[in-house]
């Protein structure tokens, strides 16, 4: 994971994640968003109501954007020690083969 940029859009509680993926020998992974409100302490900010890049069999690669609904999500909230984390899995298990 490199390049992650957040920003939200203005007038609104949407959040757009920016990032490049990369992952040898497998052509998709599976993203994952956490938000935390605690500096990064734990990730209890609600994450639920998100599109783009994220999910399962996301190709690997640059320029990748995840809006979240903050909004929707997480209501009535402010928080200038948010934190956001991109997780990559390659669902790949040591030993094994993928197939």
Do not use: C
């Not at 209890?44 to 320029?63: F, H, I, L, W």
Request: hydrophobic share 40%; no cysteine.
């Amino acid at each position: 994971m490199s390049n992650l940029t957040v920003a939200q859009r203005v007038t609104t509680r949407l959040i757009d994640i920016n990032y490049d993926v990369q992952a040898s020998g497998v052509g998709t992974v599976k993203i994952k968003l956490e938000v935390s409100a605690d500096g990064g302490a734990s990730s209890s900010v609600p994450v639920q109501t998100v599109s783009g890049d994220v999910g399962d069999n996301v190709a690997v690669g640059a320029n990748k954007q995840i809006t979240w609904d903050a909004g929707t999500d997480w209501p009535g909230h402010e928080n200038s020690q948010m934190r956001f984390r991109v997780i990559a899995d390659d669902l790949v298990i040591a030993g094994f083969s993928r197939i």
